[in-house]
């Protein structure tokens, strides 16, 4: 419960109800039936502090939906918000997120409706937190499409049973972990450890991904000389709108495990979201 002082001198009470909504109680001595009660709910909420908006916001996981949902009640709240989010562009990337998560959440759906027993009941759960942010690290500069970190936050992977089958073709679906431990083996000059990898600028001719300015990493296990992988082009800081431009952004190709930096065979889908729908 939260206590504040309305324009009038009033002293209201708001309660934080999940999913987010802000419900004010009147006190004993407030008149029920006064007319000016009737948008009350409009009025606390135009009026309420900036400092105590804030407040409301630090008890609720940052940058998630509850951020966006309570900071879309008014122009007040937004911009209390705003500096929460550290700037406009990082709260329009988490809406998209979550619009992604949504469709991404949706195509899984129908996905294991479609698998066999065997490869449904070998998919994993959610992504370890810290597995999410060491691949997130392990990447950068580039960054992941939307629709693949979704999916992660899904399934991460599938769990080899030695004699268990792969979901696209007998290749297995590979986990955080697996893809980073790829993509480190693939630009050959990086080691495999935890924390942040890579050469320091662009001129490094012994990284592929720093010369060709596109990183590669593993999506499925090695299958008949074959591997599926996703292209990432886009850098943190580039202009263009790499999450959800079309959602093309994140190619899924086919390359040769022992030169991925080679010409791929042939290119899968567009996005992870579209190469979903078509397995």
Known sequence: MITVRTAEGKIKHLFVVPPLRLLPRNSPDDDDDDDDNANLPWTLFATTPEEVIQRI?????PKAKDWISADSTCKTW???ALPLWGGINRRTDAIQYLSTRRRIGRVWHNLEAFLGR???SSLNGPVDEKDEAHLKDAIKPWVLPHALLAS???HDGEWSRGC???MVMGARLLTAREIVEGMLRWRGGAVAKMGII???NDNDSADPAWV???LKI???SETGARQIAMELSSRIGDNNNHHNNGRMYGRVVVVSPLAPYAVHYRVEASCWERFLTLI
Request: aromatic fraction near 8%; avoid cysteine; charge should be positive.
């Open 152 to 154: 992660l936050q899904i």
């Open 198 to 200: 890579g050469p320091a």
């Open 218 to 220: 593993p999506l499925f």
């Open 78 to 80: 937004r911009n209390a």
């Open 57 to 61: 916001l630090s008890f609720l996981p």
């Open 118 to 120: 065997d490869v449904r």
């Open 212 to 214: 060709s300015g596109t």
């Open 164 to 166: 268990g089958k792969g």
